[in-house]
C-alpha cells in the first residue's frame, strides 16, 4: 500500500499562482509515475501531468507554460508549481501514483493511489 498526503491549494484570484504538494509513504518505489490528475464540476478526471521513473515529464497542452510538475530525489515528495492561474483551472486535484509504470499515464484509470485530493478555486 501507498499513502499519499495532499496540501496546498485555495482560492486564488486569476493570474496568481499556487504550489501543490503530496507526500508518499508505505511501500513506494523508485521505479513508479507519480502525477497529477484534476477533476472539475460536472466533469470527468482530467490528466494533468506526469514524472515518470525516468525523470521525464509531460504536461498536458492546456497547462503547458503554466504548471510545472517536479519530484525529490528521494521520489516522496511530488509538487505542482501552478502559474498564471485561469478560472477554467478551478477543480479538485489529485496526486496520484502509478507502482507499475505503465504507458498510459495519461489515463487517470491507469493509476492505483491516490491523495485525498484539494481544491483549487480561481476566481475572476
Known amino acids: 500500500q501507498v499513502q499519499l498526503v495532499q496540501s496546498g491549494g485555495g482560492l486564488v484570484q486569476a493570474g496568481g499562482f499556487l504550489r501543490l504538494s503530496c507526500a508518499a509513504s508505505?511501500?513506494?518505489?523508485?521505479?513508479?509515475?507519480m502525477g497529477w490528475v484534476r477533476q472539475a464540476p460536472g466533469k470527468e478526471r482530467e490528466f494533468v501531468a506526469v514524472?515518470?521513473?525516468?525523470?521525464?515529464?509531460y504536461h498536458t497542452d492546456s497547462v503547458k507554460g503554466r504548471f510545472t510538475i517536479s519530484r525529490d530525489n528521494a521520489k516522496t515528495t511530488l509538487w505542482l508549481q501552478i502559474n498564471s492561474l485561469q478560472p477554467e483551472d478551478t477543480a479538485v486535484y489529485y496526486c496520484?501514483?502509478?507502482?507499475?509504470?505503465?504507458?498510459?499515464?495519461?489515463?487517470?484509470?491507469?493509476?492505483?493511489?491516490w491523495g485525498q485530493g484539494t481544491q483549487v478555486t480561481v476566481s475572476s
Open positions: 508505505g511501500r513506494t518505489s523508485s521505479s513508479s509515475t
Open positions: 496520484a501514483t502509478d507502482p507499475r509504470s505503465r504507458t498510459e499515464y495519461f489515463l487517470p484509470r491507469t493509476y492505483d493511489y
Open positions: 514524472i515518470r521513473w525516468t525523470g521525464n515529464r
